[in-house]
T-cell receptor, first 113, second 112 residues
Framework: GDSVTQTEGQVALSEEDFLTIHCNYSASGYPALFWYVQYPGEGPQFLFRASRDKEKGSSRGFEATYDKGTTSFHLRKASVQESDSAVYYCALVSSNMGYKLTFGTGTSLLVDP | NAGVIQTPRHKVTGKGQEATLWCEPISGHSAVFWYRQTIVQGLEFLTYFRNQAPIDDSGMPKERFSAQMPNQSHSTLKIQSTQPQDSAVYLC??????????FGPGTRLTVL
């Protein structure tokens, strides 16, 4: 079945550091890929999506590029802030399985001021 | 826009009791989804409705769990004979076109 792998369980950075969170997927065809962010006590919030190979999604300074060759959708931000501390989830919607989201295990980002 | 509303925010039940969780989607959204979140399993899809019709319940445990959407303004998730392993945060999401899902704050269910 479809799956999403996030290799980093936790990432600790200082403000203004560069962020990379790795996401790889396994699915047939061209799934839609997503990043969601979750703050304590809240549900996940949609960050952005990409639906085609080489398409870049972006929001709030975060970005990721759909790469079918490496089946990846890595999240990057040039300069993180303390307010970016949260859990980040990579997810996919399979091209032939309706609209249900399949999530990765999440990456907890902690940014020290 | 109040966002997706879930009630109650917290529910504690004894083993064997029934729990009903409520979700009010964003007005005008045609799709409603239910997910479950635990430390061990992470975020798992349970079921979803489009225009009130059940579309996919592939994530629902076959016994004890049921979901309904009697009208466009609310959906319920019912768990009969709750067990400790049902303890989780149950999340409802709604969507206008399917892709961008807006999540509610969740209901934290604790089964003693």
């Amino acid at each position: 079945g479809d799956s999403v792998t996030q290799t980093e369980g936790q990432v600790a950075l200082s403000e203004e550091d560069f962020l990379t969170i790795h996401c790889n997927y396994s699915a047939s065809g061209y799934p839609a890929l997503f990043w969601y962010v979750q703050y304590p006590g809240e549900g996940p919030q949609f960050l952005f999506r990409a639906s085609r190979d080489k398409e870049k999604g972006s929001s709030r300074g975060f970005e990721a590029t759909y790469d079918k060759g490496t089946t990846s959708f890595h999240l990057r931000k040039a300069s993180v802030q303390e307010s970016d501390s949260a859990v980040y989830y990579c997810a996919l919607v399979s091209s032939n399985m309706g609209y249900k989201l399949t999530f990765g295990t999440g990456t907890s980002l902690l940014v020290d001021p | 826009n109040a966002g997706v509303i879930q009630t109650p925010r917290h529910k504690v039940t004894g083993k064997g009791q029934e729990a009903t969780l409520w979700c009010e989607p964003i007005s005008g959204h045609s799709a409603v989804f239910w997910y479950r979140q635990t430390i061990v399993q992470g975020l798992e899809f349970l079921t979803y409705f489009r225009n009130q019709a059940p579309i996919d319940d592939s994530g629902m445990p076959k016994e004890r769990f049921s979901a309904q959407m009697p009208n466009q303004s609310h959906s319920t998730l019912k768990i009969q004979s709750t067990q400790p392993q049902d303890s989780a945060v149950y999340l409802c999401a709604s969507s206008l076109e399917g892709y961008e899902q807006y999540f509610g704050p969740g209901t934290r269910l604790t089964v003693l």
